[in-house]
């Protein structure tokens, strides 16, 4: 025991020092695993900077979210590309407002309070708080109503911060919209179109000449014989830059193992279907029995067959009502419809409404809101009904008291309204009751008093209950090709290996594809699917390394990074594509030139040329509008036709055009009338055109802006 005991005491000690800097290791690593920091991002809760201004994570975050909301407010759903959309969205506006905020400090522009007060409450008051402080009456914004309910809310101790939080940041962007157009206003007013500068426009746009011409095109020499090196290449990128400026990007060769549905998971769905068919076929509350099931969607109420836009419609038509049609195959489900009745009924109606609401859709959100409860809702309907009844005018009555923003300042009319187009109690009372028709209806939103104007047409009209199901894949489907991708990855270790493997695919229909320019903040990755994960594995990779499989969409996914361009200037790989086509055509104008030789007559340059013919072009346009057809898009030949020391003469030196090598004599040059040679009256239209598109100085602000951009290491 003596010894044991001696053991511990000896190196104890040690061993907690072992330990402790197994734990530091452990941290550190765990610190490297998340980009350098123990938090998200890498880089503690900075997204970027912008001309030295931090933007925190936690400012931008509550913005994205609420950019998220609103594009599924607006049905563009949700998922990882509108998460991203909305990300792209808030930088950058969060980028355009820092931008402009560095130029109105520079220049120490201010709102004062009096100018404060004039946006809220002057005659162009902001949308928002001339909606709720409109007079109903008289259609006038009450200005002074809206100060004194807003002087109260920031003074009144009870009003939650968040309130006046929100408020005040209402107030900041109204400010900054403000500046925005005195910064604008600012440069648009230097802007100036001297008479002289319009003299000299008209008398250019009126010239006309008349050229004959000899032409070789390019397209004379096979682009096999001639050669462009990558010296030559990066020679013009070298004397071109601006023009091959690019953001950070990747790019790969990539793999696709499907795990869509097989036509097993298909016929499984319809058996799934088919074993649901008794029960719609048999219920007698079809409502309750789809909610059952989890849908939420059915239309009760009659639908005309023309407006009717299913498959198997015709079909579902021709059985006897109660009965049940299907399953059948609806785009990627599979679906049971049960034709719940039939009834004929007008094409279209034209009534008019006023709405006691009980709800209203959050524009935030898009979900249900209490504003009412249902007995006083029902008790003002019932006020209405009977004020109206007595003689009181509807249109004075809607104006005051409808809750609907989309007639109530019409008269509460909708013209010409189509089965399907309104919640289904509404059609069903507007569809099924005939012309002079007024009754109270009741519906998600609350009571509508409803009277029937006008009817037109006539045709059947159906009530369907549908019950569908996606064919989705089933586990095993799913779990088959994670294994073939988790194989083809685990023996595609590099690039070589890769491609080999891949090459093997192609027996079984599996091709390789490519993708370039993914930059670090894309959302999705053109021919494979939207994935920020799939994008981050790209960027977590060196070049030549496979990445592991990755599920995106209905596919697994295995990748090899094939290009890493940093931010900067294109490779000449990369630019070859748009540089080659340049410099090959440069080359055989030089062979093209070389070959006419000395050039006195286009007769001769014809003769050198194998016999071209001489062509005239007699409407050549100094604008370049309309365009000659004979000339097309050759800025270099309309330049040529025009200079005053070509004037009669044969122009003595080949010019290098885009689509060919032009030798042109210039017959004679004369001047048209100018339709519009006003020039008092095309100064002021050209300013204004100038006021109305605004002189563009955001972007311009941003590109000469110092934007540190970190968001892929938090999005």
């Excluded at 088919?274 to 059952?292: A, F, I, R």
């Amino acid at each position: 025991m003596s010894v044991i005991q001696n053991i511990q005491e000896k190196y104890a000690k040690l061993m907690a020092v072992i330990i402790a800097v197994a734990l530091i290791i452990f941290v550190v690593m765990l610190a490297f695993e998340n980009g350098g920091s123990l938090f998200r991002g890498g880089n503690g809760t900075t997204v970027g900077k912008i001309n030295g201004v931090s933007i925190d994570y936690n400012t931008l975050e509550p913005r994205i979210k609420q950019q998220e909301d609103e594009y599924k407010r607006q049905g563009y759903g949700s998922g990882a590309a509108v998460r991203q959309q909305a990300v792209e969205q808030v930088w950058s506006q969060e980028v355009a407002k820092v931008v402009l905020e560095t130029e109105i400090n520079k220049l120490g522009m201010l709102i004062g309070k009096k100018e404060m007060g004039d946006i809220l409450y002057g005659a162009n008051p902001p949308a928002d708080l001339k909606r709720m402080f409109t007079d109903p009456a008289t259609g006038l914004y009450n200005a002074q109503q809206a100060k004194q309910q807003i002087d109260q809310m920031l003074k009144n101790k009870q009003t939650p911060p968040e309130q006046k939080a929100q408020f005040n940041a209402f107030l900041n962007f109204l400010e900054l919209g403000r500046m925005n157009d005195k910064y604008n206003a600012l440069l648009v007013n230097t802007t100036n179109f001297p008479k002289w500068f319009i003299e000299k426009q008209n008398a250019d746009n009126s010239q006309m000449a008349n050229i004959s011409l000899v032409r070789e095109f390019y397209s004379s020499i096979a682009d096999s014989s001639v050669k462009v090196t990558d010296k030559e290449i990066e020679e013009y990128i070298n004397k071109h830059k601006d023009q091959f400026k690019q953001d950070e990007n990747r790019g790969i060769s990539y793999v696709s193992f499907s795990a869509l549905p097989t036509a097993a998971d298909s016929a499984a769905t319809r058996e799934r279907l088919m074993e649901l068919k008794p029960g719609l076929d048999s219920t007698k509350d079809v409502q309750q029995y789809l909610e059952s099931q989890g849908v939420s969607t059915y239309y009760n109420s009659y639908i005309n067959g023309e407006r009717i836009q299913i498959a198997s419609k015709d079909s579902i038509f021709r059985i006897p009502v109660g009965s049940t049609y299907g399953p059948y195959l609806d785009g990627t489900n599979y679906s049971l419809a049960k034709l719940v009745g039939v009834r004929t009924q007008p094409d279209s109606v034209t009534v008019r409404h006023i709405l006691v609401a009980t709800s209203q859709r959050d524009p935030q959100t898009g979900g249900m809101m209490m504003v009412r409860d249902t007995v006083s809702a029902r008790n003002l309907i019932d006020s209405i009904q009977r004020a109206i009844a007595s003689g009181s005018n509807f249109d004075t009555v809607c104006a005051k008291l409808s809750d609907d923003p989309g007639s109530k300042d019409k008269g509460g009319v909708y013209e010409k309204v189509t089965s399907g187009s309104m919640v289904a109690e509404f059609n069903d009372y507007i569809f099924g009751k005939p012309v002079g028709s007024k009754g109270v209806v009741k519906t998600e939103f609350g009571y509508h008093y409803i009277e029937i104007l006008s009817q037109k047409g006539s045709s059947i009209a159906y009530k369907i209950a549908y019950l569908t199901v996606p064919i989705e894949a089933s586990n095993e489907t799913d779990a088959n090709a994670s294994n073939e991708a988790t194989h083809f990855a685990g023996n595609s270790r590099d690039r070589k290996s890769f491609d080999a493997n891949a090459e093997k695919l192609k027996s079984k229909g599996i091709n390789k594809s490519f993708a370039q320019d993914i930059t670090p903040t894309a959302a999705q990755v053109m021919g494979v699917g939207a994935s920020r994960e799939f994008v981050k594995a790209i960027y977590a990779a060196d070049l030549g390394d496979v990445t592991e499989p990755i599920k995106v969409e209905d596919n697994y996914v295995v990748a090899v990074v094939t290009e890493i361009n940093p931010k900067g200037t294109q490779s000449v790989a990369k630019a070859r594509m748009m540089v080659e086509p340049l410099l090959r055509n440069h080359k055989k104008a030089e062979q093209i030139s070389k070959k006419i030789g000395t050039i006195t007559t286009l007769e001769a340059v014809a003769s050198v040329l194998g016999g071209k013919q001489i062509e005239t072009a007699d409407s050549v346009h100094f604008s370049g509008m309309p365009p000659s057809p004979l000339v097309g898009s050759e800025p270099k030949v309309v330049g040529a036709a025009f200079n005053p020391a070509n004037r009669g003469k044969v122009v003595t030196q080949a010019i290098e055009g885009n689509s060919g090598v032009y030798v042109l004599r210039v017959n004679n040059v004369s001047a048209t009338a100018v339709a519009d040679a006003n020039v008092a009256e095309q100064r002021k239209q050209r300013y204004e055109q100038m006021k109305m598109r605004g002189v563009g100085f955001a972007q311009a602000l941003i590109e000469a802006a110092d934007i540190k951009d970190n968001r892929s290491k938090f999005y």
